[in-house]
């Protein structure tokens, strides 16, 4: 189907310029876990243009386009969009690109578009007032919902069973350098709780080690007396970030103001120690953590991680189901 085939308002057709760059930012998302924050100021300048232009057409095609299809869905997409993006980005529910991420649905899909593809209309299931953004951000949540289920039928289908097979799968432990997740393991057992991956890249840059060198010594930088006297920056963990790391990581001849005063048992591999030096917090990882993290990958061939969700994933996936299909909720309900 050209263009040319497709018959829909100017402002519903430059809307549909956002699917492409989220359908980038939830590979990139996938793949780094980091989204520049520059990527929605151009989309929130398309919508917030559309949104005006979409008010004037309204504005002057009547009263009832005016207060129904236009002022309504629009009051409800800024009004509760908006705020359940602000309130679960801070009580820690959606990272900051998840939150921007709605926020440019709610300004560029307050209203539901329109499509017409030659005998074919859609969205098809559309309810009778509403937001776009909200029918996008329910869709969203069902396709999370799924997730979990298809994770399990994996793990089953493989023969592995777990209390945690359906948030994650088991890899071997040279992957977890280039993988983005969480530990679901302590050296007692399985957790839901586990040491961010990042946080561990942090760690081990710090010190300028990698994960080999601690399971090839780890009774040595165990030892908190081996941190480096000038350790190196931690980065923010990304598998990709691009880092000079020396990689000494420090040796128990290190003069290290740290060596006379703190005692293996005092902060086994120096965890407490990494956290109170670099600015910020590594993803809520607290020593306890950290430690029972290096415990586990020191120790093990295989650990069980989970790779998380990113939620730009779901949320263009209910982005292209809300332009085919519509809303899958009121569509599941009827």
């Known amino acids: 189907m050209t263009l040319a085939g497709t018959v829909a308002m100017g402002p519903d057709l430059l809307r549909l310029l956002v699917v492409p760059v989220f359908a980038w930012t939830a590979v990139r998302d996938l ?58 980005w801070w009580i820690g529910g959606f990272g900051g690109a998840d939150a921007k991420a709605l926020l440019v649905l709610a300004v560029c899909f307050p209203t539901f578009p329109e499509y017409t593809l030659g005998s074919w209309t859609v969205p098809l299931e559309t309810p009778p007032l509403g937001a776009f953004s909200f029918t996008i951000l329910t869709n969203a949540v069902l396709v999370g919902v799924i997730l979990p289920l298809a994770i399990a039928v994996r793990n089953a289908a493989a023969g592995r069973f777990a209390p945690v097979m359906v948030i994650g799968w088991p890899i071997s432990w040279e992957r977890i350098p280039e993988t983005h997740g969480s530990l679901l393991e302590t050296p007692t057992g399985r957790t839901r709780r586990g040491l961010d991956l990042d946080a561990l890249r942090m760690y081990l840059r710090w010190r300028g080690l990698s994960l080999a060198d601690l399971r090839d010594h780890p009774d040595r930088y165990r030892d908190p007396a081996t941190l480096p006297a000038e350790p190196n920056p931690p980065t923010d963990g990304a598998v990709s970030a691009d880092v000079s790391v020396r990689g000494d990581g420090g040796t128990l001849e290190s003069e290290n103001d740290r060596a006379s005063t703190t005692a293996v048992d005092d902060d086994p591999w120096g965890a407490a120690a990494f956290l109170d030096d670099i600015d910020g917090s590594a993803y809520g990882t607290t020593p306890e953590t950290l430690r029972d993290g290096l415990e586990v990958l020191v120790t093990q061939e295989t650990v069980w991680i989970s790779p998380g969700t990113p939620f730009l994933v779901p949320v263009f996936a209910g982005l292209v189901i809300a332009l085919g299909y519509g809303d899958l909720l009121l569509g599941t309900l009827l």
């Open 31 to 88: 793949a780094t876990r980091r989204i520049s924050s520059s990527v929605w100021i151009p989309l929130s300048l398309l919508g917030t243009a559309v949104l005006v232009w979409d008010g004037w057409i309204a504005w002057n095609t009547g009263q009832y386009a005016w207060t129904y299809e236009f002022l309504l869905p629009t009051a409800i997409s800024l009004g509760l969009v908006v705020p359940i993006a602000y309130l679960f």
